[in-house]
Each structure stands twice: as C-alpha cells, then as structure tokens.
C-alpha cells in the first residue's frame, strides 16, 4: 500500500466522486479504527480545514468549494472560542 498523501487524497477524490459513495459506510470504517488513529485522522481533517479557511482568507475559492471554505472558518472560529485554539 502507497501512503503517500497524495495518492491517498486522490484516492478519496476518487471514492467521494462515485456516484455510489456511501458516506455512512466510510464514517462506519472511520469509527472502527483503532482509537489513536482516529485522532489522527480528527486531526487530518482539521489541518484540512485549516488550509480551507487560509484559501478563503486571501479568495482562492469559487462556488465549487465556496461551502468547505466557509463551513471550515465558522468551525475553526467556534472551536477557537471554545476551547482557545485548534
């Protein structure tokens, strides 16, 4: 198995772009990975998010994308507030 970031972001491009992509069943798997590594996947998702909030800081969005970016700035904004940083 290749675990280059890359690939395996292409990968789930891949995967999500089917039009049979049950989402569900990927959260299922999520959930039973080991709980350590379900960390580091939370933690995955929110340098992700990080980054999307960065593109829409200096506009390197369009309609295709518009939802993540803003999405991931009111999460990151909440949980900074919370719980003063991410």
């Known amino acids: 198995m290749n675990n280059n970031g890359e690939?395996?972001?292409?990968?789930?491009g891949d995967l999500v772009n089917n039009t049979l992509f049950d989402s569900e069943n990927f959260v299922d798997g999520v959930m039973t990975q080991h709980r350590h590594l379900q960390h580091k996947i939370f933690l995955m998702m929110l340098d992700t998010m990080k980054r999307w909030e960065a593109m829409g800081e200096i506009g390197m969005f369009d309609a295709r994308n518009e939802y993540p970016v803003a999405a991931s700035k009111v999460i990151l904004d909440s949980m900074r507030k919370e719980y003063g940083g991410v």
Do not use: D, W
């Open 7 to 12: 690939n395996v972001a292409e990968s789930l």
